[in-house]
C-alpha cells in the first residue's frame, strides 16, 4: 500500500489523480461515475476534468474530442500544450482541491506524461493508478473491442493471433509499461491495481484516489458487459466489408438505442425440426397398426398419409447477406432521422 500524500506535502494543496488505464480494466465505469456524480466528488474536494480535459473553465488550449487528444500525444507540442493547460484547469478553480483526469491513452505516454507531471511540480503532487487483468482475458477484450467493434486498422477484421502484436501499442507488455511508469514518475507516485481482484473497480478507485466514499445508490455494474456474440458478429460481418478503419458509428448507436445490446440471444438452427422425406415416412408409418385397428373396430378407415413438409433448402443464405442488409437498415435509419429532423423545424 502506498503512503498516503497528506496536504501538507503537497505545494499549494493541490493534488492531481491520473487515471492513465489500462483501456478495457474498467475504465468506462470508472470514467462513467466521475462523470455522473460531481457532487459526491465535490464533497471530498474533487472534481473531474474529463477523458480529454474538456472540463473545468474552457480554454483556447482544449482538445476538440478524446480523438483529437490521441492525435496530439506523439506530436513534440503536446508537452507544452498540456502543462498549460492543465496549470489552467487548475487554477481556474481554486475552491478545489484535487483534480481527476482519466485517460486510456495515457497508459503508454509514461516518459511523456513524466515530464508534465515535473513541470507542473510547483503547482501540484501527482498520482497515477493504472488497473490491469489477466493477460489473457485483457487481449480477448481489447480485440473484440479495437479489432471488431471499432476497427482502428486499415484491410480486412485480422484473425486474433494475428491481431495480437498490434495490441503492444495500447500496452499488452504489462512489464514494460509499469517500468517505463517507474522511470518517469517514481515508484511511490504509481497505484498498481489488478482489477480481477476488486469486487467494484469503481469503489477501488475512489478508495485507492481519496475520493470519499462511492454513492451507495449508483447501481451500476463495474463495467460495461461484452455485448451478446450475436452483437458482436454484426461488427465483425459490417466492418469485415470495408477497407478503411470503422468506428462503431450508425451501427453502435442504432444497436444501443433498440437495446440490443442489453439482450441475450440464443442459438437457433435455421433447419427446420419437422421431418420430410424418409423421415416422414417412418413417422407416418408408426401410425399404420393403430390406424388398422380403428378400421377394424370402428369401421374408421383413413386416408394415407400426405406427402409431408418439403425438405429445408440446401444451401442457408450466406453470411455476406447480412452486411448488405445492415446497409439497407442503417440507410433506413438515417432516411427517418433526417425526416424527424425537418419536422421538428416545421413543428
Known amino acids: 500500500m502506498f503512503a498516503d500524500m497528506g496536504d501538507a506535502n503537497r505545494p499549494g494543496g493541490k493534488r492531481l489523480v491520473i487515471h492513465a488505464g489500462l483501456g ?12 455522473d456524480h460531481p457532487q459526491e466528488l465535490r464533497r471530498a474536494g474533487a472534481l473531474y476534468l474529463g477523458t480529454h480535459l474538456e472540463r473545468a473553465e474552457p480554454s483556447p488550449l482544449d482538445f476538440a474530442s478524446v480523438e483529437a487528444l490521441h492525435d496530439a500525444l506523439p506530436t513534440p507540442e503536446a508537452e507544452d500544450r498540456l502543462v498549460a493547460l492543465l496549470t489552467a484547469k487548475i487554477a481556474s478553480r481554486p475552491g478545489i482541491r484535487t483534480f481527476v483526469w482519466s485517460q486510456i491513452a495515457l497508459a ?27 493477460q489473457a482475458d485483457w487481449l480477448v477484450s481489447a480485440y473484440l473491442q479495437w479489432g471488431v467493434k471499432h476497427k482502428t486498422d486499415p484491410g480486412p477484421i485480422l484473425p486474433f493471433a494475428d491481431w495480437i502484436p498490434q495490441a503492444a501499442s495500447r500496452g499488452a507488455d504489462y512489464r514494460a509499461v509499469i517500468e517505463r511508469w517507474i522511470a518517469a514518475v517514481g515508484r511511490d507516485r504509481l497505484h498498481l491495481r489488478a482489477y480481477d481482484a476488486a469486487a467494484d473497480v469503481v469503489a477501488d478507485f475512489v478508495s485507492v484516489a481519496r475520493l470519499g466514499a462511492k454513492a451507495e445508490d449508483d447501481g451500476r455494474t463495474r463495467q460495461y458487459e461484452t455485448p451478446d456474440p450475436m452483437v458482436m458478429m454484426l461488427f ?23 437495446g440490443l445490446e442489453r439482450r441475450r440471444y440464443r442459438e437457433v438452427d435455421p ?29 374408421l378407415t383413413l386416408s394415407p398419409a400426405g406427402p409431408g413438409p418439403a425438405p429445408d433448402p440446401v444451401h442457408p443464405a450466406p453470411a455476406a447477406a447480412i452486411p448488405a442488409l445492415l446497409d439497407l437498415i442503417l440507410a433506413m435509419d438515417r432516411r427517418i432521422g433526417a425526416l424527424e429532423q425537418q419536422l421538428k423545424r416545421k413543428g
Request: net charge positive.
Open 108 to 134: 503508454v505516454q509514461a516518459p511523456l506524461l513524466g515530464r508534465v507531471i515535473a513541470r507542473l511540480a510547483p503547482l501540484c503532487e501527482t498520482e497515477v493508478l493504472l488497473y490491469f487483468r489477466h
Open 271 to 299: 433447419a427446420s425440426t419437422l421431418p420430410s422425406g424418409a423421415d416422414w415416412a417412418r413417422f407416418a408409418a408408426t401410425f399404420d397398426d393403430g390406424n388398422a385397428g380403428l378400421a377394424r373396430d370402428f369401421g
Open 236 to 258: 465483425r460481418l459490417l466492418n469485415g466489408q470495408r477497407d478503411a478503419p470503422a468506428p462503431p458509428g450508425a451501427l453502435y448507436r442504432l444497436i444501443a438505442e433498440s
Open 24 to 35: 478495457k480494466s474498467g475504465s468506462s465505469a470508472i470514467q462513467r461515475y466521475c462523470r
